[in-house]
C-alpha cells in the first residue's frame, strides 16, 4: 500500500510542477494529451484508494457544481485601497514627498503592473494554503477558497523552501482576454447579458455557488505582496521574488527604480506595451521598497503614505457612424448596431460596436453620419460614449428605433420593465428559429459534431429543417447534397446527431432554450423533477420551491410547456431517442435520518470520498453546505480538517463528528 500511496504523491508532484510550468512559466514542457492521461491515472488511483484523497489534489482544480455558501471572516491585516492619480505630475510629487519623509535616506521604489481585476487575500501555514478571501470592504471578506483552487496558477503546496511557518500573500484575480472573449462569446450566442469588462467578469466568477463553473472560466492571477512576522526579505522587492521561487505567479514587470527620471521612463514605456499583455491592466502601482519606510511612512485612514496607483487614460477615438442596423436573436430581442468607419483602438480595428436598446440611443442622441466617440480602456467590447454635436450634419435625421421585426416583419413589443424591443412571431421568425437550432447542435448543449452555424443555414434554406426535432430525420443522402457538404462531411454530420442521444437530461432542458434558463439552473430544475413529463406538468409554485429558480424562470418555464409547438418538439425528440430523464436513483439507499439538517463537511477520509460523503448527505435528507454557520448542525470531519473552520465551529459550539459517528448516524457501517 505504501508503494500506491509513493505512487499518487509522485503523480500529484509532477502534475503540480506542469500546472506550474504551463500557468504560471508559459513553457510547457509535455503535450496536453500527455497531462490528461496522467491526471486521469491519478483519479483512477484515488477512487480505487480513497483514503489517500487530499482536497489539495490536482484532480480537485476542476472544482465541483455543488452549491455553497460563503462564510466572512475579519482580515488579519486590513485590505485598503491605494490613493491614485492620472498625473505624470503628481506621481513625481508623490516620489518627493517620500525622501522628504525619509530625510538622508537612499530612497528605492519598485514599479509594478495594476492588473484589473479583484483583489484576494491567501493565508498560506507550513507551506500550504490555509484559506482564500476576498478583499470585501477591507475590514472582512468573504472565504472563497474552493473556487480559489480551481485556480491553476495558485500553487496549494509551496515549492522550494524558506517560506515562513504562517504568511499572507495579496494578489489580483484576473480574467485573461482570450478566455474573456471565449465566455462572451459564449453569452452573446446564448443571448445572455455580456460582461463589460474582465474585471467584472473576474469578480463575478469568483462569487459563484458552482466551483465546476469557476474552473471552466479559466480565472489566473497575479501577486503583489507579502505580510507576516518572519518574510525572508526586509524589502518588498526581494519578497516578491522569494514568492516567486515558491510558486507564485510575479509579473515580470516588476522592476526597482532609483529616480524620478526611472518612474517617468517606466509610465511611458508601459502605457504602450500594456497593449501586448494578455490580461487587461488599468494602471501601474509604485511601492517604497523597504519595509523599514513603509513603517515609518505610515498610513492615513483609507490608504498607505508609501504606495501610489496611476492609472492610464482610456483610449478614445473618433469615427463616422455609417448606418446602424438590427439584429435579431433566438430569443427574439432586437439589438441595434453602429457599423462605423473602421478606426484604430486599443490594438484592434473597431467596425461595430453595439448600441443594447432605444434607450441608448435616445439617451446618446444619435443622429444619421454622427461622428462618435469609442471607447475601450479597460473594456474589451467597443462601447460609444458620445456624439461629437458640432460635427453634425445640418438636418441629419435622429436614428430610429424599428417598429417591425427586419427579419419577418412583425410588430415588436416591449415587454414591461425591461428595456429590449421583441419580435413576437417566435416559431415562424428565421433568425430565431435558426438560432434556437445553432444553440441546440451547442458544444455545452447537445453537442453535435459537424454542425455549425452556417450549417444550419443551408439545412434551413434547402428546407431541410424547421425545428430542433428535425434534425434527427436527416439522411446522409440529402445532407451530401448541400454544397461544400459531400458524402464524408454528411457521415460525420448525421453520427453526431445519433450520439447526441446519450447526452444527459440536465443538458438536454438547456439545449431546447426555454427563455431565462441557462446552464447552471437546467441542471437544477433537471435534478429536482427528474424527468420531462413532470417539468412540462409543474406549476410556477412548483418550479419555485427548487433553489436558485425564482419567479421570471419559473413563469417563463410555464409559458414554454404551453405552447403546443413546444411540447410537440419534445415529443418528437423522445421518439427519436433523445434522453428525457435523469438515471434511476437507488431508492433503497434513501432516509430522511438527516431530514432538515445542514452539515459541512472537512478534511481527508478513509471509508469513503468527499463525494461519496455528499452524496450520502443527500440521500439521507440532509444539505451539504461549504461554509460553517449558525445554521450548520455539525461538521463531518476527517483526518487535516482545516484550521479556520475548525476554529469557527469551536468558536460557534457547532459539533464536529468523525466518519465513524457519521455512518452509525446513518446506519450504514461496515467492517
Known amino acids: 500500500m ?200 473576474a469578480a463575478g466568477t469568483l462569487k459563484l455557488q458552482n466551483s465546476a463553473e469557476v474552473s471552466r472560466r479559466g480565472l489566473d492571477a497575479y501577486f503583489y505582496y507579502m505580510l507576516g512576522d518572519e518574510l525572508p526579505a526586509a524589502n518588498h522587492y526581494d519578497n516578491m521574488m522569494a514568492a516567486r521561487d515558491w510558486g507564485f505567479k510575479v509579473s515580470d514587470a516588476m522592476t526597482r527604480l532609483h529616480s524620478i527620471e526611472e518612474v517617468d521612463r517606466y509610465v511611458r514605456y508601459w502605457d504602450e506595451a500594456r497593449r501586448d499583455l494578455p490580461v487587461a491592466t488599468d494602471g501601474l502601482v509604485f511601492k517604497v521598497d523597504s519595509l523599514r519606510q513603509q513603517l515609518n511612512l505610515g498610513f492615513t485612514a483609507k490608504s498607505p503614505r508609501w504606495a501610489i496607483a496611476y492609472k492610464f487614460q482610456a483610449e478614445r477615438a473618433l469615427t463616422q457612424l455609417r448606418y446602424v442596423s438590427f439584429e435579431v436573436g433566438r430569443t427574439g430581442v432586437i439589438t441595434p448596431v453602429a457599423n462605423l468607419e473602421p478606426v484604430q483602438l486599443s490594438g484592434t480595428v473597431v467596425k461595430r460596436a453595439s448600441l443594447h436598446n432605444a434607450d441608448i440611443i435616445r439617451q446618446l442622441d444619435i443622429h444619421e453620419g454622427d461622428m462618435l466617440y469609442v471607447e475601450k480602456g479597460g473594456e474589451i467590447i467597443p462601447k ?55 444553440h441546440f447542435v451547442g458544444r455545452r448543449m447537445m453537442n453535435i459534431d459537424g454542425i455549425g452555424e452556417e450549417t444550419v443555414e443551408q439545412l434551413y434554406s434547402a428546407g431541410l429543417i424547421r425545428d430542433i426535432s428535425d434534425l434527427y430525420t436527416l439522411r446522409e443522402a440529402d445532407v451530401a447534397m448541400l454544397e461544400r457538404m459531400g458524402e464524408k462531411s454528411a457521415r460525420r454530420l448525421v453520427q453526431g446527431i445519433e450520439d447526441s442521444k446519450a447526452v444527459p437530461f440536465e443538458r ?135 484550521p479556520a473552520k475548525l476554529e469557527k465551529a469551536t468558536k460557534l459550539g457547532v459539533p464536529v463528528i468523525d466518519e465513524d459517528q457519521f455512518l452509525q448516524m446513518i446506519e450504514i457501517i461496515n467492517n
Open 384 to 438: 460609444i460614449t458620445g456624439v461629437d454635436e458640432d460635427a453634425r450634419v445640418a438636418g441629419a435625421a435622429a436614428v430610429a428605433f424599428l417598429t417591425h421585426c427586419p427579419a419577418c416583419g412583425t410588430a415588436l413589443v416591449r415587454i414591461d420593465g425591461e428595456a429590449a424591443h421583441v419580435c413576437p412571431n417566435t416559431y415562424g421568425c428565421p433568425p430565431q428559429i435558426t438560432g434556437r437550432i445553432e
Open 508 to 642: 438536454v432542458v438547456y439545449a431546447i432554450s426555454i427563455p431565462f434558463v441557462g446552464e447552471t439552473s437546467s441542471k437544477k430544475i433537471a435534478r429536482a423533477c427528474r424527468d420531462i413529463d413532470t417539468l412540462m406538468s409543474m406549476t410556477s409554485e412548483q418550479l419555485t420551491e427548487i433553489d436558485d429558480i425564482g419567479p421570471k424562470i419559473a413563469d417563463s418555464i410555464v409559458r414554454f410547456f404551453a405552447v403546443e409547438d413546444n411540447r410537440r418538439i419534445v415529443e418528437r425528440l423522445r421518439q427519436a431517442g433523445v434522453c428525457m430523464s435523469m438515471p434511476e436513483a437507488d431508492d433503497s439507499r434513501r432516509s430522511d435520518r438527516l431530514a432538515g439538517k445542514t452539515i459541512v463537511i472537512s478534511g481527508t477520509f478513509t471509508r469513503h470520498s468527499r463525494d461519496e460523503y455528499k452524496e450520502l448527505i443527500e440521500l439521507n435528507g440532509g444539505k451539504n453546505s461549504g461554509s460553517i454557520s449558525k445554521k450548520t448542525d455539525f461538521v463531518l470531519a476527517g483526518e487535516n480538517m482545516g
Open 2 to 201: 505504501d508503494s500506491v500511496k509513493q505512487q499518487i504523491e509522485v503523480l500529484r508532484e509532477a502534475l503540480e510542477q506542469h500546472n506550474h510550468n504551463y500557468y504560471v512559466l508559459n513553457a510547457p514542457s509535455i503535450s496536453d494529451r500527455e497531462f490528461d492521461m496522467m491526471l486521469k491515472q491519478l483519479e483512477q488511483l484515488e477512487r480505487q484508494y480513497p483514503e489517500y484523497d487530499d482536497p489539495y489534489s490536482p484532480t480537485h482544480r476542476v472544482g465541483s457544481d455543488h452549491n455553497k455558501g460563503f462564510e466572512q471572516v475579519a482580515h488579519e491585516h486590513r485590505m485598503l485601497s491605494l490613493g491614485n492619480t492620472y498625473s505624470l505630475a503628481e506621481l513625481d510629487e508623490f516620489v518627493g514627498r517620500c525622501r522628504e519623509s525619509l530625510p538622508g535616506e537612499e530612497l528605492t521604489i519598485v514599479g509594478e503592473m495594476k492588473f484589473d481585476g479583484t483583489s484576494i487575500s491567501l493565508l498560506y501555514e507550513n507551506g500550504r494554503l490555509v484559506r482564500a478571501v476576498t478583499r470585501g470592504d477591507g475590514e472582512k471578506g468573504d472565504v472563497v477558497t474552493d473556487n480559489i483552487i480551481t485556480i491553476r496558477s495558485i500553487p496549494l503546496q509551496l515549492k522550494g523552501e524558506g517560506w515562513p511557518a504562517k504568511f499572507e500573500i495579496r494578489g489580483e484575480i484576473v480574467l485573461p482576454w482570450k478566455d474573456f472573449e471565449r465566455l462572451n462569446a459564449e453569452r452573446a450566442f446564448n443571448e445572455e447579458p455580456l460582461f463589460a469588462n474582465p474585471r467584472n467578469a
